[in-house]
């Protein structure tokens, strides 16, 4: 069953009454930036909307050089060691590009997300990078140990 004109219906709702500027591409992606507080000043978010399910990702506006392949093997283990234990959400990385963004799916095959669902998840989403944005920027821009890293990011929680 295609659920997405309900999805997109929770979307318009949720973006429309938080007074977001946001695009709508053709590929059923909705885009808006967030401010945050934290080393990572604000990030773009994208809220992709299929036929039972939606994505909703926040992409850090920071990339280790792919090439560098130590720098890449610190990140991915900043990754790994932040992605532990996490409950809502995660941390992925292009490998090719070096690209980060923190992600979060909602499966909407039997209940459909409301405008308060997403806002929770933007939020988490917003949080995952005000925590961890700090590290990201250690392991990339300062050559910080991740498992250092990591610890400084989890000592603030």
């Known amino acids: 069953m295609d659920n997405s ?4 219906s929770s979307v318009e709702e949720f973006l ?3 007074n977001f ?3 709508k591409d053709s590929d059923n992606t909705y885009s808006f930036q ?3 507080h934290g ?3 604000s990030c773009y978010f994208y809220i992709t909307v299929r036929e039972d399910d939606v994505s909703i990702s926040a992409d850090l506006e920071i990339e280790p050089d792919s090439e560098d392949k130590d720098l890449m093997d610190r990140v991915y283990e900043f990754i790994c060691r932040a992605n532990f234990g996490l409950n809502i959400g995660h941390f992925e990385i292009d490998p090719e590009y070096g690209d980060i963004n923190a992600r979060f799916y909602i499966n909407a095959t039997e209940t459909i997300p409301t405008a308060d ?3 929770s998840c933007v939020k988490a989403l917003g949080n995952l990078v005000e925590i ?4 990201f920027a250690s392991v990339i821009l300062a050559g910080a140990d991740a498992a250092e ?4 990011c989890e000592a603030n929680m």
């Not at 004109?5 to 997109?8: G, K, S």
């Not at 961890?132 to 590290?135: I, K, N």
């Open 117 to 119: 669902d997403i806002d």
């Open 34 to 36: 967030l401010r945050l």
């Open 132 to 135: 961890y944005g700090r590290g």
């Open 5 to 8: 004109a309900q999805i997109h």
């Open 16 to 18: 429309t009454s938080r």
């Open 39 to 41: 080393v990572l000043h």
């Open 21 to 23: 500027v946001y695009k």
């Open 149 to 152: 890293a990591i610890a400084q």
